[in-house]
């Protein structure tokens, strides 16, 4: 498929239907490891597409527990990691980065001749060096990476939308990776899928997520909203013009026709200033998407995540982090404005 004059290679549910997943799989266990982020999206659409699916997950946690409210049942179909890793034939080894490293040398014993390691997440592949994650030759190692939160994986399924993902196969021990790989991409609900390699992907998602996607955004939203503060804009005002605005009308029509469409439908004031400016926003920023993508590349990102999830200490001061952001005026503000919208007046 061509793509602004690039020919990619994508899957769609058209050329690789549900039924041919189905063939695909329907011989398989599908273990899924981890019901953190993306465990419960991807497990509950694969269960709901008709695979035959376990999960395995720590017993005791609050992602067991959410496990068993979601309808897994224990002994059936919810296991402990190990178990549930004995069992399956496909793993889907969707534990945090640092738990992966963890965990390892606990589920190595459990990857035995022609079976398949599957992730969503370049990351222990890519930086194997300070993972130690190195599978066995014998085994197939495939990734399917939804590019989405693990709630729009599920939400999107629900609505009949699909998320699209990027798909890969780093090792072919079968001959059989690259159907499986397809059949597991349109069996948790893609969109569409397009080709990568675990690397590739790897080291855009770090960037996306430290870049536009997250970081880069909750710093612009900081910037502009205090600007307005400073010169006496009242908090409504400035969330509104910073924030709701951006999210409840202008990126829904970026999603439906594109960052074009949206310029050349705006107000000739806006469209003016937006095109004096974005130029000015794009140099400003390219020395840091440089300096990111660098560091993604590197390894460093790698090294200062795990470090950071090593620490015993890190879940405390991750959370006193993240309360600092919540406690901001910004979206305390953002609480208040969201609690007046007009469907939220009506409950």
Request: charged letters at 25%; one cysteine or more.
């Amino acid at each position: 498929m061509n793509f602004g004059g690039v020919e990619e290679n994508v899957v769609t549910r058209g050329e690789f239907p549900l039924e041919k997943a189905q063939e695909v799989l329907k011989n398989e266990t599908v273990a899924v490891l981890g019901y953190g982020v993306q465990g419960p999206g991807q497990a509950l659409n694969m269960k709901d597409n008709g695979i035959n699916v376990i999960v395995g997950q720590r017993k005791g946690s609050k992602s067991w527990e959410k496990a068993i409210k979601d309808g897994w049942i224990e002994g059936e179909t919810l296991f402990e990691l190990e178990e549930a890793a004995e069992k399956g034939t496909i793993l889907l080894y969707l534990l945090s980065d640092a738990g992966q490293k963890a965990f390892w040398p606990k589920l190595k014993p459990h990857l035995t001749k022609g079976k398949t390691l599957y992730f969503s997440h370049g990351f222990s592949i890519a930086y194997r060096d300070q993972t130690g994650i190195i599978p066995p030759e014998d085994i197939d190692v495939l990734l399917v990476a939804p590019k989405g939160s693990g709630l729009t994986v599920r939400r999107n399924f629900v609505d009949g939308s699909g998320i699209n993902s990027s798909y890969a196969v780093h090792q072919d021990a079968t001959g059989n990776a690259q159907e499986k790989c397809k059949a597991l991409g349109i069996a948790v609900g893609s969109g569409y899928l397009f080709e990568t390699t675990f690397k590739n992907e790897v080291y855009s998602d770090l960037t996306g997520e430290r870049g536009i996607l997250v970081g880069a955004l909750e710093g612009l939203f900081e910037a502009q909203y205090n600007e307005l503060r400073k010169h006496g804009h009242s908090p409504s005002e400035a969330f509104n013009e910073t924030v709701e605005e951006l999210t409840q009308s202008l990126i829904r029509l970026v999603g439906e026709n594109g960052m074009d469409w949206m310029l050349a439908n705006i107000s000739t004031t806006a469209q003016r200033g937006a095109l004096d400016w974005k130029d000015k926003f794009r140099d400003a920023t390219a020395p840091v998407f440089e300096e990111l993508y660098e560091s993604v590349k590197s390894g460093e990102e790698a090294r200062r995540t795990l470090e950071k999830n090593s620490d015993p200490e890190y879940r405390t001061k991750l959370e006193k982090e993240l309360e600092s952001i919540a406690n901001m005026e910004m979206w305390q503000a953002g609480k208040k404005v969201r609690s007046l919208r007009p469907e939220n007046l009506k409950k």
